[in-house]
């Protein structure tokens, strides 16, 4: 199956072998998600929702699913090979402790506007059009990001390990993901992330085995090379990391797919509690590599080699089979990854339109902007600097959302959540500005072209400025709208829930226009809420 060479120069795996590992992959996936599909099709509650349809463990691999996905083979090791084993672990823990949000977040939401099954539409409900639209259009372009950091991982590893053309399978797995997504919708995704995540679990276990017999550093190689030790990266990236991933998977439509599909909200924190052991133990068992191969001398510092390559050095130092099987792994970890993107951006897009836009046609505007997707990944951009900069966003906006999940801050207008969101964005730059002294640096620090590993604390204070930004605009202008509407003798605004409001007119109104809008919100959102038909 594979090439006899394990120096790592050449690729591994011959074409012959990776076709055939790759496409009957992918084949099988395909058949496996037209399956899932054929009970969704003709079921608009299924295609677009999945409400309380999945059990603990089947939600639990899909937490796992969404997680992971094969950006980890290069993100994690080159964590291990800069901040050592604290690193590795920080990285792990806020990979999964995100999870913990969407067990409180989402029982919560579930008792704030129950008839409501995505944030989006929530926040049309609360907010209204607005930040609806801005909320829309970050979550859209976030799951891009993704889509683009997914698609540049695939595109690196079939041109580390096989002679083939990475552009070819990159578009394969595009359309095959596709095609039983567009059929089955958010159920055959779910069905689907369940399957390849069993496969991936076996076969991570089946590689630790392998690198755990082969390659065994001595102990003076370990002392020698170091990463054990605690150090001043580590800690920080114990704070920066869960800030940034906890915040951007408030975005991911794919997390509230998830938590909205659990049975119960007994079922939700189970699958939140083993799936951050699992999440937990998997990104572990990836990062080790970029310590264990420094010790095992298949990557230093002072080579040419990049330490986001660590876990290939290891890899290619192995028998060929090795090689062949990470392919399967990565091929599965992608599709777990694309098929979730892709029914989020369908999400995203279908609420921004407040559903309104035949199916069909949203579907068709998901495969168009995987083009420009494609053609931004072969650009190879730094993946990591990819999902920084959404996180950064995410950071600097989510909490004013979030604000209308509270009772006690029902009194939060849309444009003092709308100020908070541009807040925590200027709360970056003017951070940046005192910080590095001047004007210019401090704002390109929005950009983070510096990237997460540098020696001051430039990026450990923008993911902590970012929210708290958001939040003090938000309440600064609040008060600000409050004061004036009590000069004027304005009405005071008071959000209240439909369900619990017999009376459109109690939502009162402090800005022009607001009655008006308020008047035709229950009439749209029993728009929003009607089912189509996906047939």
Same mark, same amino acid.
């Given at each position: 199956?594979?090439?006899?060479?394990?120096?790592?120069?050449?690729? /591994?795996?011959?074409?012959?072998?990776?076709?055939?590992?790759?496409?009957?992959?992918?084949? !099988?996936?395909?058949?496996?998600?037209?399956?899932?599909?054929?009970?969704?099709?003709?079921?608009?509650?299924?295609?677009? /929702?999945?409400?309380?349809?999945?059990?603990?463990?089947?939600?639990?691999?899909?937490?796992?699913?969404?997680?992971?996905?094969?950006?980890?083979?290069?993100?994690?090791?080159?964590?291990?090979?800069?901040?050592?084993?604290?690193?590795?672990?920080?990285?792990?823990?806020?990979? +999964?402790?995100?999870?913990?949000?969407?067990?409180?977040?989402?029982?919560?939401?579930?008792?704030?506007?129950?008839?409501?099954?995505?944030?989006?539409?929530?926040?049309?409900?609360?907010?209204?059009? =607005?930040?609806?639209?801005? &909320?829309?259009?970050?979550?859209?372009?976030?799951?891009?990001?993704?889509?683009?950091?997914?698609?540049?991982?695939? &595109?690196? @590893?079939?041109?580390?390990?096989?002679?083939?053309?990475?552009?070819? =399978?990159?578009?394969?797995?595009? @359309?095959?993901?596709?095609?039983?997504?567009?059929?089955?919708? @958010?159920?055959?995704?779910?069905?689907?992330?369940?399957?390849?995540?069993?496969?991936?679990?076996?076969?991570?276990?089946?590689?630790?085995?392998?690198?755990?017999?082969?390659?065994?550093?001595?102990?003076?190689?370990?002392?020698?090379?170091?990463?054990? /030790?605690?150090?001043?990266? +580590?800690?920080?990236?114990?704070?920066?990391?869960?800030?940034?991933?906890?915040?951007?998977?408030?975005?991911?439509?794919?997390?509230?797919?998830?938590?909205?599909?659990?049975?119960?909200?007994?079922?939700?924190?189970?699958?939140?509690?083993?799936?951050?052991?699992?999440?937990?133990?998997?990104?572990?068992?990836?990062?080790?590599?970029?310590?264990?191969?420094?010790?095992?001398?298949?990557?230093?510092?002072?080579?040419?080699? =990049?330490?986001?390559?660590?876990?290939?050095?290891?890899?290619?130092?192995?028998?060929?089979?090795?090689?062949?099987?990470?392919?399967?792994?990565?091929?599965?970890?992608?599709? !777990?990854?694309?098929?979730?993107?892709?029914?989020?951006?369908?999400?995203?897009? &279908?609420?921004?339109?407040?559903?309104?836009?035949?199916?069909?046609?949203?579907?068709?505007?998901?495969?168009?902007?995987?083009?420009?997707?494609?053609?931004?990944?072969?650009?190879?951009?730094?993946?990591?600097?990819?999902?920084?900069?959404?996180?950064?966003?995410?950071?600097?906006?989510?909490? =004013?959302?979030?604000?209308?999940?509270?009772?006690?801050?029902?009194?939060?207008?849309?444009?003092?959540?709308?100020?908070?969101?541009? +807040?925590?964005?200027?709360?970056?730059?003017?951070?940046?500005?005192?910080?590095?002294?001047?004007?210019?640096?401090?704002?390109?620090?929005?950009?983070?072209?510096?990237?997460?590993?540098? /020696?001051?604390?430039?990026?450990?204070?923008?993911?902590?400025?970012?929210?708290?930004?958001?939040?003090?605009?938000?309440?600064?202008?609040?008060?600000?709208?409050?004061?004036?509407?009590?000069?004027?003798?304005?009405?005071?605004?008071?959000?209240?829930?439909?369900?619990?409001?017999?009376?459109? +007119?109690?939502?009162?109104?402090?800005?022009?226009?607001?009655?008006?809008?308020?008047?035709?919100?229950?009439?749209?959102?029993?728009?929003?809420?009607?089912?189509?038909?996906?047939?």
């Amino acid at each position: 199956m594979a090439d006899d060479n394990t120096n790592g120069s050449n690729p /591994k795996v011959s074409s012959p072998a990776a076709n055939a590992l790759v496409y009957i992959t992918l084949i !099988c996936f395909l058949v496996l998600g037209l399956i899932a599909g054929w009970r969704s099709r003709r079921n608009a509650g299924l295609f677009l /929702k999945a409400l309380r349809s999945q059990s603990v463990w089947a939600l639990t691999l899909n937490f796992l699913a969404v997680n992971v996905g094969s950006g980890i083979f290069f993100t994690l090791p080159q964590v291990g090979t800069i901040a050592g084993i604290t690193g590795v672990f920080a990285y792990a823990f806020a990979s +999964g402790a995100p999870l913990f949000v969407f067990a409180i977040v989402g029982p919560a939401f579930r008792k704030r506007n129950s008839s409501q099954w995505s944030m989006t539409n929530f926040i049309m409900e609360r907010f209204g059009r =607005p930040l609806h639209i801005l &909320y829309g259009i970050v979550s859209t372009l976030f799951v891009g990001l993704y889509l683009v950091s997914e698609l540049t991982t695939i &595109y690196s @590893v079939f041109d580390l390990l096989t002679p083939l053309h990475p552009l070819v =399978p990159m578009i394969v797995i595009c @359309v095959v993901t596709t095609i039983y997504t567009a059929f089955g919708g @958010v159920f055959a995704s779910l069905i689907t992330d369940a399957v390849q995540c069993v496969l991936i679990l076996v076969l991570i276990v089946i590689a630790a085995i392998v690198v755990g017999v082969s390659v065994r550093p001595t102990r003076e190689d370990i002392e020698r090379v170091g990463l054990i /030790k605690p150090t001043k990266m +580590g800690g920080e990236l114990f704070v920066i990391l869960p800030l940034a991933i906890a915040f951007s998977n408030m975005y991911h439509q794919g997390f509230w797919q998830r938590t909205f599909a659990s049975r119960s909200d007994r079922d939700l924190r189970w699958a939140t509690f083993i799936g951050f052991w699992l999440v937990f133990t998997v990104t572990a068992l990836i990062g080790m590599a970029g310590p264990l191969a420094a010790w095992a001398g298949t990557w230093s510092p002072e080579s040419d080699i =990049p330490g986001s390559s660590a876990f290939f050095t290891i890899i290619a130092s192995l028998p060929g089979w090795v090689s062949g099987l990470t392919l399967v792994l990565t091929t599965s970890l992608s599709c !777990c990854a694309i098929d979730t993107c892709q029914t989020a951006m369908f999400a995203s897009l &279908y609420d921004l339109v407040e559903q309104r836009v035949n199916v069909w046609t949203v579907r068709a505007t998901v495969v168009l902007l995987n083009i420009p997707v494609i053609i931004l990944a072969m650009r190879a951009p730094d993946i990591l600097q990819v999902y920084l900069l959404a996180d950064l966003l995410a950071c600097a906006t989510i909490l =004013p959302v979030l604000s209308g999940l509270i009772r006690r801050l029902d009194f939060i207008h849309w444009v003092d959540a709308f100020v908070g969101c541009f +807040g925590g964005i200027i709360a970056v730059g003017s951070f940046g500005q005192v910080y590095l002294g001047n004007r210019y640096d401090g704002w390109r620090l929005l950009l983070l072209d510096g990237g997460l590993y540098v /020696k001051d604390e430039r990026v450990l204070g923008a993911f902590c400025f970012a929210p708290l930004g958001s939040v003090v605009f938000m309440f600064f202008f609040s008060a600000l709208r409050v004061g004036v509407c009590k000069l004027l003798g304005l009405r005071q605004f008071r959000y209240a829930d439909p369900e619990t409001s017999t009376e459109v +007119g109690t939502i009162s109104s402090t800005l022009p226009g607001d009655d008006e809008e308020n008047e035709h919100k229950s009439v749209d959102s029993m728009h929003c809420k009607q089912d189509v038909s996906v047939a």
